[in-house]
């Protein structure tokens, strides 16, 4: 067995490498997370006898590697020193319900190797399955393996090393949620989105926001606040009811869209107001993302309860003045709308001249440009109206007078 059976990924390529012993589920998460299989479908998957390697384009180029269990990559045959000095994450997959004393045997042996080979290398332990576990016993699980996993690295020398753990599951959104926070450490313009979507939740009456790779549903940045599982949730799931909701209307539009093929395609964007008066908002980014915010509309809640006070208060309040207020209300919500609209746009100009120069971009795929108008935040007050803040935001995430630099 010759040691080109490792692939090498592309230098370009944010490279995550995905490992564990054999039935531990990797195969399971990456069909799962990165080719939207249903969980339960993965129970016919074969095991990996080889390594494999994807390819996926979305903010980064991210290339995931799968090296199947059973296999001794520290025999000569094999280039490890070529693998580990490539990749960017190491993501170590453990069977909860499994024994693992003999995985975390294998992982400190391979934390050992790689961290020498590459110091900067992100170390990641999935510990998986916890679907069939109690809430007790994952808890008990969890500090059980990251302690004898900080006693073998002390007991090797490697006392510095930091290891990130994740419970996970592929019947829930807990496998999506640590993707997400492994693919972020591997975007270096990771700060300035952040800054970015800190300016746009602050000057926008957003009270949460995430931005989405559609296809596998990680959200690759989001603003500072905690994150709140049954939010992401939600935000996830919004994209897929969009893009389907989307679809419904391809064939009808089939002939408009053939006549104007040259054109550019309308970017998409969804709004969906909830019964609770919250809004979840959906916009189409670049490269394969989407902004999706969920708008907690305080004022449109407190007109309702206010209209339903009077109305208890006043027998003798009429249709008339309902249909004022409802009017009202509609139309500072349309405002409010308008003006995230308008700073969903300027975030959008600001990713675009991002990346316009970063080496994940490929230099041959056409950018849209945005407009040479100037890039103002605007931010709503108490009765929907906007207010101009002259403010926004430059490439390195910092606000700036008057407009993008």
């Known amino acids: ?26 195969s399971s998460i990456c069909k799962v997370v990165f080719h939207n299989m249903q969980p339960l479908d993965t129970l016919y998957l074969e095991s990996t006898s080889k390594p494999t390697t994807e390819q996926f384009s979305s903010l980064i180029d991210l290339s995931v590697m799968e090296l199947p269990g059973q296999l001794n990559y520290f025999e000569p045959n094999y280039d490890s020193e070529r693998l580990f000095s490539s990749i960017g994450a190491l993501v170590y997959v453990i069977d909860s319900q499994d024994e693992y004393l003999n995985a975390l045997t294998n992982l400190s042996m391979i934390i050992e190797f790689a961290y020498k080979v590459n110091p900067k290398i992100n170390i990641e332990v999935l510990i998986h399955k916890i679907d069939g576990l109690s809430e007790d016993y994952r808890i008990d699980a969890q500090r059980d393996i990251m302690q004898r996993t900080g006693d073998e690295l002390l007991d090797l020398g490697l006392e510095g090393v930091q290891v990130s753990f994740y419970l996970t599951s592929i019947f829930d959104h807990s496998i999506y949620e640590a993707f997400s926070r492994i693919v972020q450490k591997l975007i270096p313009e990771l700060p300035s989105l952040e800054n970015m979507l800190d300016n746009l939740v602050q000057h926008s009456s957003i009270d949460k926001v995430f931005l989405f790779d559609v296809n596998s549903k990680i959200y690759v940045a989001t603003d500072s606040s905690p994150v709140d599982i049954q939010t992401y949730e939600v935000c996830a799931e919004f994209i897929d009811i969009t893009i389907d909701l989307d679809d419904l209307y391809v064939e009808n539009e089939s002939g408009t869209r053939k006549q104007n093929s040259t054109s550019q395609q309308k970017e998409l964007k969804s709004v969906s107001h909830l019964s609770n008066g919250s809004i979840l908002y959906l916009k189409q980014m670049i490269r394969g993302l989407a902004l999706v915010a969920l708008i907690r509309n305080d004022e449109v809640r407190n007109s309702a309860n206010n209209t339903t006070n009077t109305n208890k208060i006043n027998s003798d309040f009429s249709d008339d003045n309902v249909d004022v207020l409802e009017s009202s209300r509609t139309n500072n919500q349309d405002s409010s709308l308008a003006i995230i609209d308008y700073n969903v746009n300027l975030f959008k100009q600001a990713m675009m001249r991002m990346w316009e120069n970063s080496r994940f971009i490929n230099p041959n795929e056409p950018l849209e440009r945005g407009s040479s108008a100037e890039s103002h935040l605007y931010v709503s007050d108490s009765n929907g109206a906007g207010s101009g803040l002259y403010k926004g935001i430059n490439n390195n995430g910092s606000t700036t007078q008057d407009h993008f630099n």
């Open 1 to 26: 067995m010759e040691a080109t059976l490792l692939p090498n990924p592309k230098d370009t390529n944010a490279t995550i490498l995905l490992m564990g012993l054999r039935r531990g589920g990797k």
